[in-house]
């Protein structure tokens, strides 16, 4: 009997879209047939201690895998969302092997050379793309805690970049660093305060 391919759907999603600072980044997944990795959820529901577990185990099961990003630049010139589908398609663009189909969490695509479909909730109900929701949320914390390093006072390790009373009082002591977001309200009415 002839053996039939494997359908290569990936699933893709990001992390990143909240914060004031640091860039947003995606995952791109395609899981093997069969069983489903156990703990598979939406990253924003896991323990930083059960995501880096599950990521670990995503990476080594995977068909492939490949992570995108877009910088505070972009995020600056072209607006988050438009910055989000460009990391979804630097991730797609760099999976390998190629998936025939690409799942996204959300209501909206990147432009793609293969078809795709948003998935509202996909990344708790669809087990690639919260396989990519795991990587992405993984490879940007952990981003996060490296530029807290060189980019001390602002607390970057605990919140991630993301609007709590602790970074938006550290913002108006220190100012805007080089990897705020001057596109989003709070860092640009610190700026033009």
């Not at 577990?53 to 099961?61: D, M, P, T, V």
């Not at 996060?144 to 938006?168: C, N, Q």
């Not at 002591?173 to 977001?181: F, Q, V």
Request: proline share 7%; with cysteine.
């Amino acid at each position: 009997m002839e053996e039939r391919p494997v359908a290569l759907v990936a699933g893709v999603d990001e992390a990143g879209r909240g914060p004031l600072a640091g860039p947003v980044i995606a995952a791109a997944v395609i899981l093997p047939p069969g069983p489903r990795l156990a703990g598979l959820a939406d990253s924003k529901r896991l323990s930083p201690r059960r995501r880096e577990s599950l990521c670990g185990a995503i990476k080594e099961q995977a068909l492939g895998w490949a992570l995108g990003r877009a910088e505070v630049e972009e995020i600056d010139r072209f607006n988050i969302l438009q910055a989000s589908l460009l990391a979804m398609r630097r991730a797609v663009a760099a999976l390998r092997p190629a998936p025939r189909h690409v799942q996204v969490d959300g209501s909206h695509c990147p432009d793609l050379c293969c078809s795709v479909e948003a998935i509202a909730g996909g990344d708790g109900t669809v087990p690639a793309i919260s396989a990519a929701s795991i990587l992405a949320k993984v490879a940007r914390d952990r981003e996060m805690i490296s530029l807290d390093a060189e980019y001390p006072g602002y607390g970057l390790a605990s919140h991630k970049g993301y609007p709590t009373r602790e970074h938006l009082r550290a913002l108006r002591r220190l100012g805007a660093s080089a990897i705020h977001r001057r596109s989003f309200k709070p860092v640009r009415e610190i700026l033009e305060s």
